[in-house]
């Protein structure tokens, strides 16, 4: 175990597919994917982040390349914990014996096991003191809305392993609904499009070029199309296609439609003054899944009110926990939206 300086407070996205850690003072300084590669021989980690995932189907049979994070939750504790040492380490760089502050993000409508497996991960990582916020709230304050205020704001947060969608107001969520539908979600739609399709059997990283490169939630105006390499389904042997963004669409309506349905369900619940705001100021998407082609576009009719994808939508979870360290300045601990979690060494 390490500790860190007062001024080395933290927020910490700790994402399905990305982590990323926002440093007090600092802004966002760290982005991997929440990767880790074990030597199975020896139980010994080999690497984390970006360099575990190029090892991804790429790994002799003693090595393992693995998520510790499914849907948004924590699935392997103990390499959670190494994982997240790892990176607090790494974002700080330097030994100093205070133990910081951290805000970490849940899914919003995670369980009291899974918030306390997440509250002991980031404690026994270093921290002195964790705070948890829930995802929407924390995309929400890094898209720059004020949340504070008696008006209606609803957010809609696509992340790897969870859709966090949720109506706020005065600092609290008066709607919610979260699904364990997001970008990995996506991904597995195109892997088993392209093998029906295709007859061509691809992996994770290729899937997920694809749906950065030509996917698409509406129609494409001009259509692009991306050459892949895959393993034939029925000769065995490697094999190259092209793919266009028309079959993208196709492959990823299904999962889309999940998503949207999510949305519908919220606004429909909204109260009808809230509901009022959200028509006039719009629905804000923050996450790696706002930037699928056309999402936004996608949701705005069918919502039927403006859809806005935010500014650097990738990094608005973790600029949002650590700027709630500045609410906690502000306004103390007694804040009404985080969950204060002590530790004592």
Not at 168 to 186: N, P, Q, Y
Not at 199 to 207: D, H, P, S
Not at 300 to 305: A, D, I, P, Q, T
């Amino acid at each position: 175990m390490f500790f860190l300086g007062m001024g080395t407070d933290m927020g910490i996205d700790l994402g399905t597919a990305t982590v990323l850690v926002y440093l007090k003072g600092k802004g966002v300084i760290l982005k991997e994917p929440s990767v880790v590669s074990i030597d199975k021989n020896s139980n010994k980690i080999k690497a984390v982040g970006e360099e575990a995932r190029e090892m991804i189907g790429r790994t002799p049979g003693n090595i393992v390349a693995i998520r510790p994070l499914r849907d948004g939750v924590i699935s392997d504790y103990d390499i959670t914990e190494k994982m997240l040492a790892h990176f607090i380490k790494k974002a700080c760089g330097r030994r100093i014996k205070t133990a910081p502050r951290v805000v970490v993000c849940i899914p919003c409508e995670a369980t009291e096991v899974e918030k306390r497996a997440v509250e002991d991960a980031t404690r026994n990582a270093g921290a002195k003191k964790v705070y948890l916020i829930e995802e929407p709230l924390a995309a929400a304050i890094g898209a720059n809305l004020d949340i504070v205020e008696a008006s209606g704001s609803m957010i809609i947060d696509i992340g790897g392993g969870t859709t966090d969608v949720a109506v706020i107001s005065l600092g609290g969520i008066v709607v919610r609904s979260s699904i364990k539908t997001a970008g990995d979600k996506l991904d597995e739609a195109i892997i088993k499009y392209i093998r029906r399709k295709h007859k061509l059997m691809i992996g994770e990283r290729t899937a997920e070029n694809l749906k950065i490169n030509i996917g698409t939630a509406y129609k494409r105006e001009p259509e692009a199309s991306m050459e892949i390499r895959g393993r034939d389904l029925i000769t065995g042997l490697p094999k190259n296609v092209t793919v266009n963004s028309t079959e993208m669409a196709e492959a990823l309506r299904e999962t889309v439609n999940a998503i949207a349905e999510c949305a519908h369900s919220v606004l429909e619940k909204t109260p009808p003054e809230l509901a009022a705001d959200i028509c006039d100021r719009g629905v804000v998407m923050t996450g790696g899944g706002a930037l699928l082609h056309g999402f936004d576009k996608y949701l705005s009719e069918l919502l039927k009110v403006p859809v806005y994808v935010a500014e650097d939508a990738v990094s608005c979870v973790a600029s949002g926990t650590g700027k709630y360290l500045d609410y906690l300045d502000k306004y103390g601990d007694d804040l009404g939206f985080g969950q204060s979690r002590d530790s004592v060494f």
